[in-house]
């Protein structure tokens, strides 16, 4: 849902240091002339949290950060966009200036590996209202993506028979016509995995042999290999594909927006997950704790969701949805029991030589 914005090592610790010195003098200076008290309680009034940007923080914004400091009196200061180098600078030079961080899927197993996240205290945070698989001992979900299979409505309607699965992707006989698929190995060789017979739960390590012995089918029949959100479902609307794939809040925003003629399904779906983590050094613990309480609201997660197409792990959330935005949701109970959900660890050891094979196979 995201993208990601990787600095060199040593960059990261120069920005860092850089921004260090310009918020952490503004931080003295704020407190100057304070007792040493008084000085620490202006800081207990803050919650720093570092997040995506754009139209998703302003989401966050109305309907989470402001209402907690109007609840607490702490204010929340937010930052972007996501750095993961930034990230591990900070806490490496002991020097950290985040609460809270956003942190992607593919990242979020190696920062636990690095020591750079902190373990959340789950007494201060409501648990058995999130979903089982929405915690961990380091995070919690921000929110929740699915790279989903859409289809044109207008050649199979929803009230008639229609594809109901990524594998439909190979049913030529059904359902012919050319397919649109993304340019890179995450998903796909997943789902050449569980086309060639692979089962859910014992789809990693990825048998990558299996995978593009499929994927080999498939392929003649790709007409485009997107590379962008935006044209995953253009490329559908403009009739280039009969069905592809693409991530489930950009058929949302196009079929609720525009009232585009697009279906969705949701059967072996590629789960991806969004983290909420707090940065080990984190300057104002408590707070963010507090914050990532309040987050986890299901009716504000609701809002939330009907604002972007994503919400997080609240599991009461789709009952506060309208049936056009739960058909559209990824954290929805039923999608995700449908899905696959992504294994990042596996993802962050073998990404780069999965992403060369996949490309070499792509261009020969």
Request: net charge positive.
């Amino acid at each position: 849902m995201r993208t990601r914005n990787a600095l060199a090592a040593a960059v990261a610790v120069a920005v860092v240091m850089a921004v260090s010195a310009s918020f952490g003098g503004a931080a003295t200076r704020s407190s100057a002339g304070l007792k040493p008290e008084a000085a620490a309680k202006s800081m207990s009034n803050v919650v720093y949290i570092n997040s995506s940007g754009g139209a998703p923080d302003e989401a966050f914004r109305k309907y989470d950060w402001d209402p907690f400091t109007k609840a607490t009196g702490i204010k929340v200061i937010s930052t972007a966009p996501v750095d993961n180098a930034k990230l591990a600078a900070m806490v490496k030079s002991k020097n950290v200036q985040w609460d809270i961080t956003e942190i992607d899927d593919g990242d979020f197993p190696t920062d636990i590996r690095n020591g750079l996240l902190q373990k959340l205290d789950w007494s201060k945070l409501p648990r058995k209202a999130l979903s089982k698989v929405a915690i961990s001992p380091y995070g919690v979900w921000d929110a929740v993506y699915s790279t989903v299979l859409t289809w044109d409505s207008t050649k199979w309607p929803l009230s008639g028979k229609h594809p109901t699965s990524l594998m439909d992707l190979w049913n030529q006989k059904d359902f012919p016509g050319p397919r649109c698929l993304q340019k890179v190995a995450n998903d796909n060789i997943e789902l050449g995995a569980l086309r060639s017979g692979v089962r859910k739960n014992r789809l990693y390590p990825v048998d990558q042999t299996k995978a593009y012995a499929a994927l080999d089918e498939l392929k003649p029949n790709v007409a485009v290999w997107w590379t962008s959100g935006a044209q995953s479902v253009q490329v559908i609307v403009n009739h280039d594909c009969v069905m592809g794939t693409t991530w489930n809040g950009r058929p949302y925003s196009l079929v609720t927006q525009n009232g585009a003629d697009l279906g969705i399904a949701w059967n072996n779906a590629m789960l991806h997950v969004g983290w909420w983590a707090i940065p080990k050094g984190a300057p104002n613990y408590a707070n963010a704790l507090k914050l990532l309480a309040f987050m986890q609201n299901p009716r504000r997660q609701a809002a939330i969701a009907k604002a972007t197409g994503y919400a997080g792990g609240a599991a009461n959330t789709p009952k506060y949805l309208p049936p056009k935005v739960k058909l559209f949701l990824a954290s929805s109970p039923s999608h995700v029991k449908a899905s696959v959900i992504v294994n990042d660890a596996w993802w962050a050891k073998n990404g780069v030589d999965a992403a060369n094979a996949f490309t070499s196979w792509v261009i020969k």
